[in-house]
């Protein structure tokens, strides 16, 4: 079950990959009328509708890009079936149409179906079209059936299949709608405190994967929150000063602290390894800064040290609760960098975003003294600080010098043969092997790497970073 839930997120990192064009949009429409949004500025205007044709379908987009994500061979058959499941769902449990099954009125139709086109189901739906797909796609049909025969009868099926869930969620959605609710609400019911648990608990889900699915409960419309859609729109249901509060924590802790973390990981590096660290912290933080990507400087030290970890979680719950106290309030399209901080200037929702100056520099230096006084009282294996022999292979590798690492890793998961599934995420490559015992860590470690992870006895995940893609590539071409 766990691993499923891994690749559901990973799947989903291909339509997140959209917003950030979203985001650009919405900036520059908010930055050419920031007090009509559109109203003084014909320009702004279409900039900021073309960014709401982006945010508004975030179901679709989640349908397509876990349907397309999960499929075996991420054939474009299984987006169309991810689209029919959606809209077959979507559609069935509409208000209107609950209301004519029950024949009742509309405004005594459960809330619940009115908030049926959200992120969960489009989830869902990429989860049926993909399923569907890779069960389906090799489908031989009796010659008077041929031509459906493949793909062809995919969407067919998958057709089929939407309509069951949609009778199965015509009982089941209104409890599952109420539990995700209810757990908002207590949250949103805690004030600062309850947007330092998502925040925290936000970072403790990363090394499973299953943070999307409570991002989906705060930032998006699933539960009724929809934090982030709420920010960038201003429309009904969002409150100044309160809409944001789920994402503003976020940015003094990706723009200062982790870079400030890493430097301090650097500084109690060994001389000896001092450059090799510095080159694989300074790149994390450069991607943490600017983008808002933490992935390939947390990895860094996750499993190296996880009580370093769980350090840095309580510290972004720390600096949400103290975010949603101040009158400050950021947002983001893709995540908490430079960029998307710039953009929210003046986002509708935007409360005092320089702020984020003097209180990103005070994380900075609580993160720089509670990581280095924590590394070396306890003396962890932070990057630099590994014993002698396992750094004593490591290759250097001349910049974006992928062959060669996508043939050291290759060689660390034990060759060509013992690679069942390979696939990438947003700084991950993620593989399925046929033997667990042929692996060796410390041979893709010689990559440098940011780390490896092993969820399962058959799964190796290799933290690669940002440019995951081009070594994925590499790999593929020698498979």
Not at 75 to 90: E, K, P
Not at 126 to 147: E, M, Q, R
Not at 322 to 334: A, D, E, K, T, V
Request: glycine share 10%; net charge neutral; aromatic share 12%.
């Amino acid at each position: 079950m766990m691993k499923y839930l891994q690749k559901i997120g990973k799947s989903l990192m291909l339509p997140v990959a959209v917003l950030p064009a979203a985001g650009i949009l919405y900036g520059i429409g908010y930055w050419i009328d920031p007090t009509g949004w559109g109203a003084n500025s014909v320009i702004a205007a279409f900039l900021i509708k073309a960014a709401s044709a982006i945010i508004d379908q975030i179901p679709i987009l989640f349908a397509i890009g876990v349907s397309v994500g999960m499929a075996k061979d991420h054939d474009g058959t299984s987006a169309l079936s991810g689209i029919v499941s959606f809209l077959m769902i979507t559609t069935l449990l509409s208000s209107s149409a609950v209301a004519m099954y029950k024949g009742v009125d509309v405004s005594e139709v459960p809330a619940a179906f009115g908030k049926i086109s959200n992120a969960f189901i489009g989830i869902l739906a990429g989860v049926i079209g993909s399923g569907c797909y890779n069960k389906f796609k090799d489908t031989k049909l009796p010659d008077y059936l041929a031509f459906f025969s493949g793909k062809r009868c995919v969407a067919i099926v998958t057709a089929i299949a939407s309509i069951a869930c949609s009778f199965v969620l015509y009982f089941v959605w209104p409890i599952i709608f109420a539990a995700l609710v209810a757990f908002g609400m207590a949250i949103i019911g805690l004030g600062p405190v309850g947007a330092g648990i998502y925040a925290m608990l936000n970072r403790a889900l990363i090394p499973l994967g299953l943070h999307h699915a409570l991002n989906a409960v705060f930032w998006f419309d699933t539960a009724g929150i929809n934090d982030l859609g709420l920010f960038w729109s201003g429309a009904e249901g969002a409150v100044k000063g309160v809409t944001g509060q789920y994402m503003t924590g976020f940015f003094p802790v990706m723009m200062f602290g982790l870079p400030a973390g890493a430097l301090a990981m650097y500084h109690t590096a060994k001389d000896s390894k001092k450059k090799t660290a510095a080159s694989l912290l300074l790149a994390g933080s450069l991607a943490s800064f600017f983008t808002g990507i933490t992935e390939p400087l947390e990895f860094a030290f996750m499993f190296m040290a996880p009580g370093l970890y769980l350090v840095h979680a309580v510290l972004t719950g720390i600096s949400a609760v103290i975010c949603s106290i101040l009158p400050m309030r950021i947002g983001f399209n893709f995540s908490a960098g430079l960029v998307d901080w710039i953009l929210s200037f003046k986002a509708p929702m935007a409360v005092n975003p320089l702020l984020l100056i003097p209180v990103g520099a005070a994380f900075a230096v609580v993160y720089y003294f509670v990581f280095r006084f924590v590394i070396t009282a306890f003396d962890l294996k932070t990057p630099g600080r590994e014993d002698d022999e396992e750094d004593e292979n490591r290759i250097t590798l001349a910049n974006d010098d992928f062959t060669t690492m996508a043939r050291i890793v290759l060689e660390g998961l034990g060759g060509k043969g013992n690679i069942k599934e390979l696939d990438y995420c947003a700084t991950r490559i993620r593989t399925e092997i046929n033997d667990y015992t042929l692996v060796d860590e410390k041979k893709i470690k010689q990559a440098g790497i940011a780390g490896v992870i092993r969820p399962s006895k058959n799964t190796v995940q290799v933290v690669i970073g940002p440019k995951v893609q081009f070594v994925h590539d590499e790999l593929k071409k020698m498979l």
